[in-house]
């Protein structure tokens, strides 16, 4: 069964959707604030957590960015205001998806499920575990990445999105192929989720070694990742 941590300051709210994520088969905790639930994360495993913005004391965003100096699950951010600058920030620190408020638990089970599978997809053994690219690497079966021996801190997301990219070097990866595989889910006509990720994962790769590898737009239709110019053979 697997694990949800539910983070809303709504008792009631959590109430309910812990009450039907149990019909659904999950077994889900309840807290009300960050500081719990940071101290829950490090008392026991969770699968995914669901954590609110808008909460007293330390908020979504702030509870965020500490859960992901130390935990790699995936975090489905939820807001009342349901606004852009929310998801935006909400992805730019690390959630793996963003649920406006309010949504149905119907809903919100799908966005769980689909996160859930990524995770499980992920997990699976490969052909080949280590993908390397003029030092960039990563490995599929322990899912870390890193520049020679510099490790790189990486959302779920974005390590599915650099690991298509390089299995793809050179070639294009489309926006909707990128949205299935690493979200689960079809590109909507407004949605920029897929970039915003894509934008992280450069801001990450920059600093560590920025002339290894460059992840290059193709304009109105998707993403390539290309050798920079420490390629022996450029």
């Given at each position: 069964m697997k694990q949800?941590?539910?983070?809303?300051?709504?008792?009631?709210l959590s109430r309910m959707l812990a009450e039907y994520l149990q019909l659904e088969g999950f077994d889900a905790d309840c807290v009300h604030d960050g500081t719990t639930a940071l101290a829950r994360l490090e008392q026991q495993h969770y699968d995914l957590m669901v954590l609110d913005v808008m909460m007293p004391g330390l908020n979504g965003f702030d509870t965020l960015k500490q859960v992901r100096r130390q935990h790699r699950l995936p975090v489905l951010m939820m807001s009342a205001r349901g606004e852009e600058v929310d998801r935006?920030?909400?992805l730019e620190v690390?959630?793996?998806d963003y649920l406006p408020?309010?949504?149905?638990?119907?809903?919100?089970v799908a966005r769980i499920n689909a996160n859930?599978?990524?995770?499980?997809?992920?997990q699976q053994p490969e052909a080949s575990a280590l993908l390397t690219i003029n030092g960039l690497w990563i490995d599929t079966d322990t899912l870390r990445a890193g520049f020679d021996d510099q490790n790189l801190e990486l959302t779920h997301t974005e390590f599915v999105i650099l690991r298509l990219l390089m299995e793809q070097q050179g070639k294009l990866v489309t926006r909707d192929n990128l949205m299935r595989q690493a979200l689960n889910r079809r590109l909507g006509p407004f949605d920029r989720s897929i970039d915003m990720?894509?934008?992280n994962l450069r801001r990450k790769l920059g600093p560590a070694h920025p002339d290894a590898v460059e992840i290059r737009t193709v304009r109105g239709s998707g993403y390539m990742l290309i050798k920079g110019a420490t390629d022996a053979d450029s």
């Open positions: 949800i941590l539910l983070v809303d300051d709504d008792i009631e935006i920030i909400g690390g959630a793996d408020k309010p949504c149905s638990p119907r809903e919100l859930l599978r990524r995770v499980s997809l992920e990720h894509l934008s």
